[in-house]
Antibody, heavy 119, light 106 residues
Framework: QVQLVESGGDLVRPGGSLRLSCAAS????????MSWIRQAPGKGLEWVSY????????YYADSVKGRFTISRDNAKNSLYLQMNSLRAEDTAVYYC????????????WGQGTLVTVSS | DIQMTQSPSTLSASVGDRVTITCRAS??????LAWYQQKPGKAPKLLIY???SLESGVPSRFSGSGSGTEFTLSISSLQPDDFATYYC????????FGQGTKVEIK
């Protein structure tokens, strides 16, 4: 069955860095368009970043542009999010999500990994 | 940026009730709208896409309608498993979610 398993969430100090990973299985990962979505504690959902199936097209939300970098390795069925210059407002559960087509709704979701930015 | 506004923020209802949640977009998004259900501590689950298409495996008591800027999610007869938070999401230009509607037990 389809699985997206995130890892890498942790407690980090403001200004620090963290790399999230997402391991995909049960579907043809290289055909899917992937994004990261986050949810601050008790809050709603916020799209963070998108990468096309080939990795050639990338988008970021304004709130993370210049600080976060999305990437993927289709040979390893993996998605990544490098997060630098972390701020308290980046504290959230980060979900790895997949879409069957470009710029589409998200039909596959991981269980999430918690990133806490605090001194 | 396209803003999505849901109403109400909280809805109290009983098992068997018909429930309707509204989602408004700040500009036309055609039918590029999805609805998700989220339970505490869990990832969201896709219910409806393209405004009115039911995702495979989702009970038929869920339905979606609308186009342009106004959309609704309806649950024809609320079941105990349906008490959750519901989010609309536009995918016309990038992705934006509504703030959520919590459906709680009356």
């Amino acid at each position: 069955q389809v699985q997206l398993v995130e890892s890498g969430g942790d407690l980090v100090r403001p200004g620090g860095s963290l790399r999230l990973s997402c391991a995909a299985s049960g579907f043809n990962f290289s055909d899917y368009y992937m994004s990261w979505i986050r949810q601050a504690p008790g809050k709603g959902l916020e799209w963070v970043s998108y990468i096309s199936s080939s990795g050639s097209t990338i988008y970021y939300a304004d709130s993370v542009k210049g600080r976060f970098t999305i990437s993927r390795d289709n040979a390893k069925n993996s998605l990544y999010l490098q997060m630098n210059s972390l701020r308290a407002e980046d504290t959230a559960v980060y979900y790895c999500v997949g879409a069957v087509a470009a710029l589409y709704y998200f039909d596959y979701w991981g269980q999430g990994t918690l990133v806490t930015v605090s001194s | 940026d396209i803003q999505m506004t849901q109403s109400p923020s909280t809805l109290s209802a009983s098992v068997g009730d018909r429930v309707t949640i509204t989602c408004r977009a700040s500009q036309s998004i055609s039918s590029w709208l999805a609805w998700y259900q989220q339970k505490p501590g869990k990832a969201p689950k896709l219910l409806i896409y393209k405004a009115s298409s039911l995702e495979s495996g989702v009970p038929s008591r869920f339905s979606g309608s609308g186009s342009g800027t106004e959309f609704t999610l309806s649950i024809s007869s609320l079941q105990p498993d349906d008490f959750a938070t519901y989010y609309c999401q536009q995918y016309n230009r990038y992705w934006t979610f509504g703030q959520g509607t919590k459906v709680e037990i009356k």
